[in-house]
């Protein structure tokens, strides 16, 4: 529901449950709408709550593998040479390895594939050919079907990415996430405490491992300072032991470091909005590849025929893109379908902004003498009003 938790006390111990989460909406404002109040109390009251995320009767992809520029383009290309319509993605990448969830349907009848066993085998060999890897670990590749969308895709990806072992490579010790387990004997406890950049979603990418790891969280405290997070967690492993040995606690310091790392944020966010079409995705991707770009993390979704689908690449390298490289992809994709978002830089956004207020002069000569240049003087007046506190609402 895109809200954010600034502060949480979380206490689970002789069999009672009391936790309290401070939340707002990503301005950083309190939550009015009782709708959505009434929603939140709603779900957290059911036994058990999952999102239907419209994957019924359709098939799913998991892929994890080595990671290299333009493996997703070379997926996608197979995909639509299959004729498979993807309709739902994510793609993780992380200290070389990636880690993906394709939801497809037949490109004609928009029917799973799974009936088929001759072409579902033909789709993972495939697949397969394309994840090979000499580098020692060992590729798989799974198809399943989903029914009544109750695959959580993001925790699908941590338990990917988890399995495959993502976390055994050497860590940038100067940036990775500040992860400290003690043992505290007189209580039974390990305490786990955590020190990084807050984001969203931080919370859940760091229960999400615990659980997976067969730690039990009884008591924890979360809060944020600034750009900060701080996360304390008293926990033990599902043997009802804490920590017990050396090797153990270096090992779930690694996997809660892989956690945060796998969604941080990494290169420029390319958003790309339009009506869907087949080999849509194989074709964008092949643009991104033929210039050296590299797909660090992807989320692919199509609705009512419409294809939003956001990208964060970065070069070869792993560094941020030039910005003459950013230009010349937008002019192959659509200027007006694919727009840059942060981080990018300062020379290339200045572009972008040049080019939007080209394309409102445009609409103002076409149109009624001044009117679109109004309405968007007036739009960034009241924005600025907004960001400073003088307005209580914005449109």
């Known amino acids: 529901m895109n809200l954010w938790i600034t502060k949480a006390y979380i206490s689970s111990d002789g069999k009672w449950n009391m936790d309290v989460f401070h939340v707002s909406d990503l301005n950083g404002n309190k939550l009015t709408d009782e709708n959505l109040i009434r929603y939140i109390e709603k779900s957290i009251e059911t036994s058990y ?78 697949l397969r050919n394309l994840l090979k890897a000499d580098d020692g670990y060992q590729n798989n590749t799974r198809t399943c079907v989903t029914y009544g969308g109750n695959t959580h895709m993001e925790r699908r ?10 976390y055994e490579k050497k860590f940038d010790t100067e940036k990775s996430p500040i992860v400290s387990v003690q043992n505290l004997q007189k209580r039974g406890y390990s305490v786990v405490n955590l020190q990084c950049k807050d984001r969203m979603k931080l919370l859940f990418d760091v229960v999400c491992t615990l659980t997976d790891m067969a730690y039990i969280v009884f008591h924890a405290a979360i809060r944020t300072v600034g750009e900060t997070a701080f996360l304390e967690f008293y926990v033990r492993h599902s043997d009802g032991h804490p920590v017990s040995s050396e090797p ?31 080999g849509l995705l194989a074709e964008v991707t092949r643009v991104l590849r033929e210039n050296g770009l590299n797909i660090a993390r992807a989320e692919i979704s199509t609705k009512d025929g419409i294809a939003r689908n956001v990208f964060y690449v ?79 609402s914005y449109f």
């Open 49 to 126: 709550y999952c999102k239907t995320e419209g994957y019924t009767g359709l098939t799913a992809l998991e892929l994890t593998g080595t990671d290299r520029v333009g493996l997703l383009s070379e997926v996608f290309a197979v995909l639509a040479d299959l004729e498979c319509d993807v309709v739902e993605a994510k793609a993780w990448t992380h200290n070389g390895r990636i880690a993906s969830m394709i939801y497809v349907r037949d490109g004609n009848s928009g029917t799973p594939i799974d009936g088929d066993s001759d072409r579902v085998q033909r789709v993972e060999g495939q």
């Open 314 to 392: 970065t070069d070869a390298n792993g560094n941020l893109i030039d910005p003459e490289i950013i230009r010349s992809i937008r002019e192959k994709i659509g200027i007006n379908d694919l727009s840059v978002k942060e981080p990018f830089p300062t020379n290339c956004r200045e572009e972008v902004e040049k080019e939007q207020q080209h394309r409102e002069l445009q609409d103002h000569n076409g149109r009624n003498g001044g009117g679109t240049v109004l309405v968007s003087l007036g739009s960034l007046v009241m924005k600025n009003l907004y960001q400073l506190g003088l307005i209580k």
């Open 248 to 278: 153990e606690r270096q090992r779930l310091i690694q996997c809660l470091q892989a956690a945060i790392e796998r969604r941080t944020v990494k290169g420029v966010r390319l958003e790309l909005c339009t009506a869907d079409r087949p």
């Open 157 to 166: 990806l941590h338990q990917r990415m988890f399995m495959d072992r993502d």
